[in-house]
């Protein structure tokens, strides 16, 4: 089957993948089922972003800030921090020659601010392009969200819906490594047992079979041996006793590449 167009795969690896189109690997998964997890992808991607953009302390703890000195202009008791005394500390920084900000922090019982007084020194952190934005160092780095927590979402998103990608990747791999390292063989098809595949619904779902065949190797022994065949109009030709090319490895594998899978 299709002697005319394999006519051109070399007889000895190693061989370029290349040579068969159906092997590159943008054609394992189809591209309408990535774009739901890409949407997905994105939209976490851009959350945290948004957030260290327009939220204080997220972008005095995600981005590029400096530091200068100031000194407490006044303290004053809140009732802020649970179950605890909280007092409120305004400042005063520089942060250039010639311009002086204010800003204020509540700090609990337990920060080493809590006993400053008027007066006292204090280091003052600033975003460089708007000092508006500051915090005593050190006060409010766990007022920021979780930047991790954002971070690790992208990649739960991914494993969620790898499940649905993995099989058609892994069955390429397996087919590239066969061509590219194995022996060719004509086979002959024993019968083809349709995969179940699930997806969610509405979702662009992948069909594939498993082809059985019988191989008699370049050493003369004969075995069986399980190809992976995505192409439902060739499933629907391949009837028992039908002749294929397959490559196969020489550990015996029971795995093989079914070429005409790969023509196109």
């Not at 054609?27 to 260290?52: K, Q, W, Y």
Request: charged residues 15%; positive net charge; glycine residues 8%.
């Amino acid at each position: 089957m299709f002697d005319d167009q394999l006519a051109h795969v070399p007889a000895n690896p190693p061989r370029r993948p290349d040579l068969l189109p159906g092997l590159r690997f943008g054609l394992a998964v189809s591209r309408s089922a990535l774009v739901l997890p890409l949407l997905f992808v994105a939209f976490f991607i851009f959350v945290p972003l948004s957030i260290g953009l327009s939220d204080p302390a997220a972008r005095l703890a995600w981005g590029p800030t400096r530091t200068g000195q100031g000194r407490v202009l006044s303290t004053s008791s809140i009732a802020a921090c649970r179950g605890s005394n909280a007092r409120r500390v305004v400042y005063t920084f520089s942060p250039e020659p010639g311009r002086e900000l204010r800003g204020a922090a509540t700090v609990c019982e337990q920060s080493p601010y809590y006993s400053i007084a008027e007066g006292d020194p204090v280091e003052v952190k600033f975003a460089p392009g708007n000092p508006s934005i500051n915090a005593l160092q050190g006060s409010g780095d766990n007022n920021a969200p979780p930047i991790g927590f954002f971070l690790f979402i992208p990649v739960f998103i991914l494993a969620m819906f790898a499940p649905m990608f993995m099989p058609q990747l892994r069955e390429l791999m397996r087919a590239r490594r066969a061509f590219r390292n194995g022996q060719l063989a004509m086979a002959t098809v024993i019968f083809v047992k349709k995969r179940t595949t699930s997806s969610w619904p509405g979702w662009p779902g992948s069909s594939a079979a498993d082809v059985y065949l019988a191989i008699q190797t370049s050493a003369g022994e004969k075995r069986e041996a399980v190809a992976w065949c995505p192409n439902d109009w060739l499933i629907y030709n391949l009837a028992p006793g039908a002749k294929v090319h397959v490559a196969y490895s020489d550990d015996k594998a029971a795995r093989v590449a079914l070429l005409e899978t790969f023509l196109r």
